[in-house]
């Protein structure tokens, strides 16, 4: 069993930024992680992911303004997030898989401003 725990959202005006944090209990480094998010009365939706050897892959929506990456030797992973809009508002869930079962965080709350 892992735990994951989100951290780093807040307000934030139109523009401005914001860098998410996951911290895993156990080790990650041998699995494929990614940030999704839910915005209210819409399904949950990929934002960003990572595999173990560091290839990524993002959502059109915020190609050129988020970044995923991972630190092994911390078990984090964090999401950078940039030029925010206020269609980024949502809570932001941090996802790893392992042996083909998924783990998730609690989430963490980002609000954009208009």
């Known amino acids: ?7 780093g959202g807040g307000l934030v005006q139109a523009g401005g930024s ?21 915005a209210p009365g ?18 059109d929506s915020v190609k050129g303004r988020f970044t995923i990456s991972r630190d092994n030797t911390k078990n984090t992973v964090y ?12 809570v932001y869930y941090c996802q790893i898989e392992i042996f083909f079962r998924s783990y ?6 980002v609000t954009v401003s208009s």
């Not at 156990?26 to 699995?31: A, E, K, Q, V």
């Open 18 to 38: 914001l860098s998410l944090s996951c911290v895993a209990s156990g080790s990650i480094s041998t699995f494929a992680v990614a940030w999704y998010r839910q």
């Open 42 to 59: 819409k399904q949950r939706e990929l934002v960003a992911n990572m595999g173990s050897g560091g290839n990524t892959n993002s959502a």
């Open 79 to 90: 999401l950078q997030m940039k030029s925010l809009k206020p269609e980024d508002t949502g």
């Open 104 to 109: 998730w965080g609690q989430g963490t709350q």
């Open 1 to 7: 069993q892992v735990q994951l725990v989100e951290s």
